[in-house]
């Protein structure tokens, strides 16, 4: 078993959801995309908002893993210009992001974030974070 294995655990069955994964930082960014991989995710990046937006506009995605400070535009204005559209509206955001103050937990969740994680990133948090929404996602419709 490798060390990855061990602080992440095995692969889970593949699963047709698509994450998208923006951040800016390389090792946070390969952190959780290797972490959302081994659970069966498939997984796009961009290492921007304004990347991300693009990506999110021509292939939506059925969720989205977002940080809040990042180059060309922030987290939290790619989330509002999100759920300005009316076919993206309901793509649930989580950020997970190191900055944790009150006040930015609360432009989080006025943007509309489904969640808000707290880095350093917890595996199995964040992946029971994502089971909880696609589940809940699943029961209402």
Same mark, same amino acid.
């Given at each position: 078993m490798?060390?990855?294995?061990?602080?992440?655990?095995?692969?889970?069955?593949?699963?047709?959801?698509?994450? $998208?994964?923006?951040? *800016?930082?390389e090792? =946070?960014?390969? #952190? @959780?995309?290797? %972490?959302?991989?081994?659970?069966?995710?498939? !997984?796009?990046?961009?290492?921007?908002?304004?990347?991300?937006?693009?990506?999110?506009?021509?292939?939506?995605?059925?969720?989205?893993?977002?940080?809040c400070e990042?180059?060309?535009?922030?987290?939290?204005?790619m989330?509002?210009? $999100?759920?300005?559209? *009316?076919?993206?509206? =309901?793509?649930? #955001? @989580?950020?997970? %992001?190191?900055?944790?103050?009150?006040?930015? !937990?609360?432009?989080?969740?006025?943007?509309?974030?489904?969640?808000?994680?707290?880095?350093?990133?917890?595996p199995?948090?964040?992946?029971?974070?994502i089971?909880?929404?696609?589940?809940?996602?699943?029961?209402?419709?």
């Amino acid at each position: 078993m490798s060390l990855f294995d061990a602080l992440f655990g095995k692969n889970k069955p593949d699963s047709d959801k698509k994450i $998208l994964v923006v951040e *800016d930082n390389e090792i =946070d960014r390969k #952190v @959780v995309v290797k %972490t959302l991989e081994r659970a069966g995710y498939a !997984v796009d990046v961009a290492k921007n908002g304004q990347e991300g937006y693009r990506k999110a506009t021509t292939t939506p995605p059925e969720l989205i893993i977002l940080d809040c400070e990042m180059p060309e535009m922030g987290g939290i204005e790619m989330c509002q210009k $999100l759920k300005e559209i *009316d076919q993206l509206r =309901d793509i649930p #955001v @989580v950020f997970l %992001t190191s900055l944790d103050t009150p006040g930015n !937990v609360l432009d989080c969740f006025e943007a509309d974030a489904e969640n808000f994680l707290a880095k350093p990133l917890k595996p199995k948090v964040l992946i029971k974070e994502i089971e909880k929404i696609f589940a809940d996602r699943t029961a209402v419709n």
